[in-house]
């Protein structure tokens, strides 16, 4: 699937560095060529031999080295490539993109080209939700840089929580992706997709939720990432496998969601499949709740969440996406309650389902799905959530290029 594609591969520094090693035999293995770039950090977890071995080709470091610079130079070695990745992109490397900052040869090179470029953050999950960290990926998928992960799970540091390279072949998959959508009917359109539940906590273990599972959040991003689409993609905690090619913005509660959403304006479209919980906890407890013997249980006060889909729903023109697009997932009286939610939300499009006992919608591979725009009802009928997601696709493309 990549024969014929040549991929930059820059290697930053990190205890993930050991995985870029697969993923050029994955490149390979799909018929693509890679020439890497070690920064100098790098160098500390892999050997310049070990990439040169699998690459075929030496891996580069010197900015001033003059031999390289004679036969390749660092400009030519940045336009050469079909497609750069960054794996692991650290903080530090970053950082540095995003300002511009050009100090060694693989930060003189990402500045110096034109080429598409796809990174997969990995450091500590602090570094990883420092305010400083989140501005840096703001500005570069401003850029139109795609940020592929982090995952998260345990890391080397002994900490839990996203921040771990996304593995080689998820990043195997956006490359992939990448080129798939490559002027694709889609191609030049930015699109904002939540998805999954969001988690509002009650005391330091406890948490308000649902069984949301994500799966057709992204099934519809990677139907619209195929189609050459620039995918924003904010998740809530999701138990189904990230789509690949897109932005990846994990949050945890509501608030988290809105901003994340908001932050990522202007786009052509959004879509908001999340399940967002309706209510959060009024005050956190700073204990755990205890059930004590004889005593009645705690009472919590609930305050409600923000309403993403009616803010941007309602957001002024030129801020407010041309197309806002919500799910409502209903257990009774279906098609009077999405009607009702459409007005209600001011969203353009409104996808119902119903997610009553017995539906295994929740968590399960299919959807049936009832489409409204104010005009139309129209019946899906049961299909897999790829399906809907395809379907949803193919209609955001005739809506936005009025097809």
């Not at 071995?53 to 036969?71: C, H, K, M, V």
């Not at 080129?179 to 930015?190: M, S």
């Not at 004590?292 to 309403?307: F, K, R, T």
């Not at 309602?314 to 041309?322: C, F, I, Q, T």
């Amino acid at each position: 699937m990549l024969t014929g594609k040549h991929i930059l591969l820059v290697i930053t520094g990190g205890i993930a560095a050991y995985k870029a090693l697969e993923l050029i035999r994955l490149i390979q293995k799909a018929g693509g060529t890679v020439q890497a770039i070690l920064t100098g950090a790098a160098t500390e977890f892999v050997t310049p031999l070990s990439v040169s071995a699998l690459s075929g080709n030496p891996a580069l470091s010197a900015l001033f080295d003059l031999t390289q610079e004679s036969r390749i130079g660092h400009i030519e070695l940045s336009r050469s490539a079909d497609l750069i990745v960054v794996a692991p992109a650290s903080a530090d490397f970053l950082a540095k993109l995003a300002h511009g900052l050009a100090d060694d040869l693989a930060s003189t090179c990402l500045l110096a080209t034109d080429t598409a470029i796809l990174a997969a953050p990995a450091m500590n999950v602090r570094m990883w939700t420092a305010a400083a960290t989140q501005r840096n990926l703001a500005t570069l998928r401003a850029d139109g840089v795609t940020i592929i992960g982090p995952d998260e799970g345990p890391m080397a540091c002994g900490e839990f929580g996203p921040g771990r390279m996304a593995e080689p072949a998820a990043i195997l998959k956006a490359i992939a992706a990448h080129f798939a959508g490559a002027g694709g009917p889609l191609a030049g359109k930015r699109i904002i997709v939540t998805s999954g539940p969001t988690r509002e906590p009650l005391d330091p273990v406890r948490y308000i939720s649902n069984a949301s599972s994500g799966k057709q959040g992204v099934a519809i991003a990677e139907a619209l990432s195929n189609r050459g689409a620039e995918v924003v993609f904010v998740t809530g905690p999701a138990e189904a496998a990230r789509p690949a090619g897109c932005a990846i913005i994990p949050v945890t509660t509501a608030i988290e969601m809105r901003d994340a959403v908001l932050a990522a304006l202007p786009a052509d479209a959004a879509i908001f499949v999340a399940a967002v919980a309706d209510w959060r906890a009024a005050s956190l407890s700073s204990g755990k709740l205890k059930k004590e013997p004889g005593a009645p249980p705690p009472a919590i006060e609930l305050v409600q969440n923000p309403d993403i889909l009616a803010e941007v729903s309602h957001l002024p023109p030129g801020r407010r996406p041309p197309l806002v697009i919500g799910f409502a997932a209903e257990t009774e009286s279906l098609i009077d309650n999405a009607r009702a939610k459409r007005l209600r939300k001011g969203c353009d499009w409104l996808l119902a389902n119903d997610v009553g006992n017995g539906s295994g919608v929740l968590g399960g591979p299919d959807n049936h799905v009832y489409f409204l725009d104010g005009t139309t009802e129209l019946d899906w009928g049961k299909q897999s959530k790829s399906e809907v997601g395809e379907n949803l696709a193919e209609r955001i493309e005739k809506r936005l290029f009025g097809r």
